[in-house]
């Protein structure tokens, strides 16, 4: 005998522990077990895209930094990249390699919140979260030194960085490229192949290979289905094509797949770190750009590999100070597209957790 | 219908059965008071040095410092925060059941404390009532706790709160098996079932002669009492604060001290079955007490910091298909050696056991999987195989 | 290295295949008409070109008209086009949409559809994303002020 429930209806978030920020999933419940999902966000909705189009070039770059909080130097890298391409600018050598080494400090610190926050959200109480915390303290410690803030840099400039790294910078950079890989096999001493994590994320919000080309996945999140599909490697921007280093891939798009792509491509950043710190040359870190840049007419599309996905600017200029059209390409909210697919007919734990493997960052989301 | 048969001695009797006999006022009543307030006097201290404990544990574990501004080394951030909890507004959602709201704090809070009426804590027989039924007692009052948890999570009128209060329910229920079962083990040694005389009869710490149960006690209790990795019933990540979600104020206070509460009880329990109690030599029992308690709990929150939680039907399948065969063999197995084994050489059980509950341990996790896994979900309905559908009549 | 295929090239196997849906192409983009859009884009999934993922979607206003583009890349051949249609009319603007080739449209069309007011004809569950219902006006037109 099958005795008649309700379903019912579960508003997770806009204030939940774990919707890393203000998101909101409308989740239908069958018992215990997930029935439908529909992702709600614009909670943190500034209306960034519309800013941009009354300030000048240069100005935007501090909007940027505001997009992914948790990776403003990439944001601020796409942008400037965008507009480089979009204005013919030239960026010189070491400013580069100042971008670079950037960038991968970045995508070190946002992989390992992120993965801390993946081992919060299976109900670590909260110690994989500080050991990853030391971690990204040490890289915002480093950006410190090098522009002053720690959480929005605005340190990127069209055609260069604003300033060249402090003499004492350098060594700092190498001795954490020194330790960080210890720290990596701490990480993965205690939870790769931890019982309870293995049984939480194994098969686990399966993504299949074909529905995440489709779903225009992209980052970690695509990688962990199994797609070699990397734009440092793909469409190597900047001085990527210099640099060895592997692409990590899953094999089952699992939950697991995307907590273990997110390890070892810091693996792969701090290789990158170590060939960009040797080669790194001198000269100037920024060309000479007028003040009120004034593109020539066209519109632009810029990409990069930003620690949550390809990150997209696109840009219309008709040649005034201001763009006409500011539009940027947000990796997570089109990760969330397959949220359904991932989540249903797991449990209400495990929907916190596939949700928590895609690792949003709602700035970026509502813009 | 029979009349049901009276106590020949009445009530007095009882009480007097109850009494340790060099207890030197005479009258029972005022051995009671005395030993209400001890009890209750020996929980909450102990329930804020484990707070304090775990709080600055934890954060060792965590590379932090802890609380370590109120008083010496943070000693009165239990007092801080009990005092700010006292101070703040008390709220009740306005679709609450209001009732079962306000009760449901008293009623989980209550018997954590109730069970150290049992618990031998200042040496032989300095216990509020020596109970011939003392494990039963324990048993009987822990689950209480659970109805607390579920009264609050029902009359809050909330989701999250809601479903905790459900998981709490199938969790406790489930876990009181094998935690009974593994109990049994040591009753069958001790040959009683009152907590003073399995202290008193432990000659060699029932942790070397039952190391089976002691390991299925320990699951058990944590589980029964929401520690890691069974805390479902507060997985802040999933549903906030579970049952307590809508709690604020005294309310809240009152709940927190009913979970360290039961994880005091708890550990009293575990250092009393499997560790001697308050037996040890130089340092005064209830010392020793309070030691094998913090030892215990120790391992409780070292858990805590390490593991990640279980899904609620990997916990379920881990009471009913490792757990509970795991304790019904230990039972058979005790059964047998209490029958068979000679009473004065109990020494050289002690690596038979061993050896009998490491060969169960690994065979078990061979052959026992967790399961669960996805749910096929049709039109938006979970879909059941074989289930027919029954019009039920309201 | 992606390379950015010439529209040029590409219109002309496009209109060997589906005559009449290229309005305009040059080195950097492809122009098609509204009406045909979803078909282009079936056509370039499928045919010898394989565009696999959009990678991006947005619209311009040029106040004339509004500007769809479609960001595409082959993951295959690593290749890409950059896929524009035009919307001439103000106020009811519509296009087909392209969730049922791309999935990863789904969002980026609802989002389109609140922020600019195109609406996307065949799509799944178009309504505001970003914006609360209710929400009067479309921010990124460039007459909202």
Known sequence: MEVRTEPFVLNLGPHHPSTHGVFRMRVTFDGEVVTDVEPMFGYLHRGIEKLAEGRTYTQIIPLTDRLDYLAAMSNNWGYVMAVEKLAGVPVPERAEYLRVICGELMRIASHALATGFLINELGAFFTPLMYMYREREKILDLFDMLCGQRLTYNYMRIGGVSHDAPPEFFPAVKQFVREMPSYIDEYEGLITTNEIVLSRTKGVGVLPRNLAINASASGPFLRASGVQWDLRRKDPYSIYDRFKFDIPTGQNGDVYDRYWVRINEMRQSVRILEQALADIPKGDHRSRVPHLLRPPVGEVYGHIEAPRGELGYYLVSDNSIAPYRFHVRPATMINLTTLRELAVGWKLADLIVIFGSIDVVLGEIDR | MAPLPQNPGGHSAVLQQALPPDWPLGNPWLHFITFTIIAIAFGMLMIIAFIYVERRGVARFQIRLGPNRAGPEGLFQAFADLIKLLLKEDIVPARADKLVHLMAPIIATVPALAIFAVVPIFGNGALFADLNVGLLYVVGISSIGVVGVFMAGWGSSNKYALISAMRGVAQMVSYEIPLVLAALGVVLFAGSLSLNTIVDQQGIPYLLLQPLAAVIYFLAMSAETNRSPFDLLEAESEIIAGYHTEYSGMKFALFYVAEYGHAVAASALFSTFFLGGWKGPFLPPVLWLMIKMLVVFFVGFWVRATLPRLRVDQLMGFAWKGLLPLAVINLVITAIEVLFWPTQSMWPLVPVNIVIAVILVLLWSRIFTLGGGKIEVKQGRVEVKGAKTVEVKV | ?145
């Open chain 3, 1 to 145: 290295m992606t390379v950015a295929l010439s529209g040029k090239v590409v219109a002309e196997e496009l209109s060997k295949a589906m005559p009449g849906a290229v309005v305009s192409s040059d080195e950097k983009c492809l122009l098609v008409d509204g009406a045909s859009v979803r078909e282009v884009g079936e056509w370039l999934k499928t045919s010898q070109y394989v565009f696999d993922y959009l990678a991006n979607l947005t619209s311009v206003d040029y106040v004339d008209f509004f500007e769809v583009i479609y960001n595409l890349v082959s993951l295959r051949h690593n290749h890409s086009l950059t896929l524009k249609t035009r919307c001439y009319e103000r106020e009811n603007p519509s296009v087909p949409s392209m969730t049922p080739v791309w999935r990863g449209a789904e969002l980026q069309e609802r989002e389109v559809y609140d922020l600019m007011g195109i609406s996307f004809e065949g799509h799944p569950n178009l309504k505001r994303i970003l914006l609360w219902e209710g929400f009067a006006g479309h921010p990124l037109r460039r007459d909202y002020l």
